[in-house]
């Protein structure tokens, strides 16, 4: 079946550093949407890319999709406390209402 | 707000029993979803409803069942609980269609002892 890979699995960097997740996906994706989860909280959605190569920005977040709709990623900007959490992707294949999710990375942010 | 809402923050049960866990939504969404979620295997899709009475497997639907009976609500049954069923359950809703942003429930952390 689809699977949806991210790397890293985890990752610890200091407040002010750059951080980086990206998403592999084994079929060719419709759309994809990235959700971040805060700890003891629940997934909450991001944002949504649907074109090839597009790149999407909110504020210190840079979402890029690749040109082959089958990978993606997501660029944290000097990081803050405040993005601490389990970042998801998730693969939709066009023609279905399938949600397949991302492994996740896990980011701390170390003040 | 779209509130999804699933009837139970945590639950204990044994080996063995039938467990129920109920997932509502109020904004009228066709698609609901169960998902499991563990340390290092993400999100894990177990079944998925597009319109009322209707479902379809997800990834990894063995010793699970689902009903839909009515638009607003997705349960998610385990027929006979098994320690490897030990999870965070998480429901979520979308609106229609596979581009529209998911909604999540709180979760339900199940254990199996």
């Known amino acids: 079946g689809q699977q949806v890979m991210q790397i890293p699995q985890y990752q610890h960097v200091q407040e002010g550093e750059d951080f980086t997740t990206y998403c592999n996906s084994s079929t060719t994706l419709s759309n994809i949407q990235w959700y971040k989860q805060r700890p003891g909280g629940h997934p909450v959605f991001l944002i949504q890319l649907v074109k090839s190569g597009e790149v999407k920005k909110q504020k210190r977040l840079t979402f890029q999709f690749g040109e082959a709709k089958k990978n993606s990623s997501l660029h944290i900007t000097a990081t803050q406390t405040t993005d601490v959490g389990t970042y998801f992707c998730?693969?939709?294949?066009?023609?279905?209402?399938?949600?397949?999710f991302g492994t996740g990375t896990r980011l701390k942010v170390l003040a | 707000d779209v509130k999804v809402t699933q009837s139970s923050r945590y639950l204990v049960k044994r080996t063995g029993e039938k467990v129920f866990l109920e997932c509502v939504q109020d904004m009228d969404h066709e698609n609901m979803f169960w998902y499991r979620q563990d340390p290092g295997l993400g999100l894990r899709l177990i079944y998925f409803?597009?319109?009322?009475?209707?479902?379809e497997k997800g990834d990894i639907p063995e010793g699970y069942s689902v009903s839909r009976e009515k638009k607003e609500r997705f349960s998610l049954i385990l027929e006979s609980a098994s320690t490897n069923q030990t999870s965070m359950y998480l429901c979520?809703?979308?609106?229609?269609?596979?581009?529209?942003?998911?909604?999540f429930g709180q979760g339900t952390r199940l254990t199996v002892v």
């Open positions: 998730a693969g939709i294949t066009s023609g279905t209402y399938k949600y397949i």
């Open positions: 409803s597009y319109d009322v009475k209707m479902k």
């Open positions: 979520a809703s979308s609106l229609w269609g596979g581009n529209t942003e998911a909604f």
